[in-house]
Nanobody, 124 residues
Framework: QVQLVESGGGLVQAGGSLRLSCAAS????????MAWFRQAPGKEREFVAA????????YFADSVKGRFTISRDNAKNTVYLQMNSLKPEDTAVYYC?????????????????WGQGTQVTVSS
C-alpha cells in the first residue's frame, strides 16, 4: 500500500514557476513508477509526466514538454514536478500517482495509487 500527499500548489502569474512535491509512504517507493496528472474543471484527467523507479527515464505530455521537469528522491520518498513558464491553460488540480509495474504508463487507469490533489492556478 502506498499513500501519496501532494503539496506546493498555489496561485501564480503567467510566466511564473511552481514546484509540486509528492510525499509517499511505504518502504517500496523506489520500486514504483510515479506520475503527475492534472484535471481542469469540466475536463478529463490528463497525463502530465512520468518517471521510472530509478529516475533514468522520464516522459512528458507534449503540452508541457520543455517547460516541466519531473524528478524523484528515493531516499526521501518524494517525487517533484518543476513547472516553469506557466500558462493559464496549466490551471488544474494536479495529482500524484503511483504504479507498481516497471514501465511508464500514460493513462489514469494504469495507476493504482493517487493523492488528493493540489490546486494550481495561473493568472493571465
Amino acid at each position: 500500500q502506498v499513500q501519496l500527499v501532494e503539496s506546493g500548489g498555489g496561485l501564480v502569474q503567467a510566466g511564473g514557476s511552481l514546484r509540486l512535491s509528492c510525499a509517499a509512504s511505504g518502504r517500496t517507493f523506489s520500486s514504483y513508477v510515479m506520475a503527475w496528472f492534472r484535471q481542469a474543471p469540466g475536463k478529463e484527467r490528463e497525463f502530465v509526466a512520468a518517471i521510472s523507479w530509478s529516475g533514468s527515464s522520464t516522459y512528458f505530455a507534449d503540452s508541457v514538454k520543455g517547460r516541466f521537469t519531473i524528478s524523484r528522491d528515493n531516499a526521501k520518498n518524494t517525487v517533484y514536478l518543476q513547472m516553469n513558464s506557466l500558462k493559464p491553460e496549466d490551471t488544474a488540480v494536479y495529482y500524484c500517482a503511483a504504479r507498481g509495474v516497471s514501465f511508464l504508463a500514460l493513462t489514469p487507469k494504469e495507476y493504482n495509487y493517487w493523492g488528493q490533489g493540489t490546486q494550481v492556478t495561473v493568472s493571465s
